[in-house]
């Protein structure tokens, strides 16, 4: 009789693919540190370096600081799960990202947040205001989509990709925000400003009147920090130093 274990998915899959899959599972245990996550309601994708179309999402009922690099569930665009799993995903999240990954061969990780500071914002009429350094570093490329309920419905995708058009950050109103990136740090970094100036701002509404910055400084300060997310050089460095500091505080992601 046969007792020899079945391979490991790290057998099974390439290197760029298994790459890809610490990256992911590294960026839930950042989202689970910053205490971003929302249980397992929110999500995180990472497309599969390769020719297919196809992505990676976390396993839905797992917490983001059980998430590894081989529980990660690997679909395609039409939401097969590939090669079968124990676990699902979530429905939402596939409508969500499959719709980004589809109509933008730009982005490599799309991740969506509802924190209490990103919810409070995006349920603002005036949503994302210029009153600091963080909101403006991003707020030039801000979009923003209209609450339709659970992303559960396939004919919202268009609606959402189109409203997201060529940017990199969205409000989701009523709902959550949302940043994308062909590289894990700048989606990382993209969020992270988003989420701080949400925070801020909610802050700020508590005392006194706030100071408003006009186009030509919001311009002129999302030119500046867009430089550094861009440079392909830094994106490495910054990186390399985030997976230590999951190596270092959350490790047994990259299993």
């Known amino acids: ?137 991003i707020m030039s490329d801000v979009a923003y989509h209209d609450y339709e309920g659970l992303a559960l419905v396939e004919e919202e995708k268009a609606r959402l990709v189109g409203d997201l058009g060529d940017k990199h950050t969205m409000i989701l109103r009523n709902h959550g925000t949302l940043a994308v990136g062909s590289h894990p740090f700048q989606a990382y970094l993209r969020i992270y400003l988003l989420e701080r100036a949400c925070r801020i701002q909610t802050m700020a509404q508590a005392g006194g009147e706030l100071i408003h910055w006009d186009k030509e400084m919001q311009d002129k300060v999302f030119k500046q920090g867009e430089e550094g997310i861009l440079n392909e050089f830094f994106l490495e460095i910054a990186w390399a130093a985030l997976r230590s500091r999951v190596d270092r505080e959350s490790p047994g992601y990259d299993r």
């Open 1 to 137: 009789m046969d007792d020899q274990a079945p391979p490991s998915v790290k057998e099974q899959v390439s290197e760029e693919e298994w790459k890809a899959r610490c990256d992911l599972a590294a960026l839930y245990r950042l989202v689970r540190m910053h205490g971003w996550d929302d249980l397992f309601f929110t999500h995180i994708s990472m497309r599969v370096p390769g020719p297919e179309e196809h992505f990676l999402l976390n396993p839905f009922g797992l917490l983001y600081e059980d998430v590894t690099a081989t529980n990660l569930v690997k679909v395609d665009l039409d939401g097969n799960v590939l090669p079968p799993s124990t676990y699902g995903i979530n429905p939402a999240g596939f409508t969500i990202h499959s719709a980004i990954h589809a109509a933008r061969p730009d982005v490599t990780v799309a991740m969506h947040l509802h924190t209490d500071q990103g919810v409070a914002v995006a349920a603002q009429k005036d949503g994302l205001l210029p009153i600091s350094q963080l909101a403006m570093n």
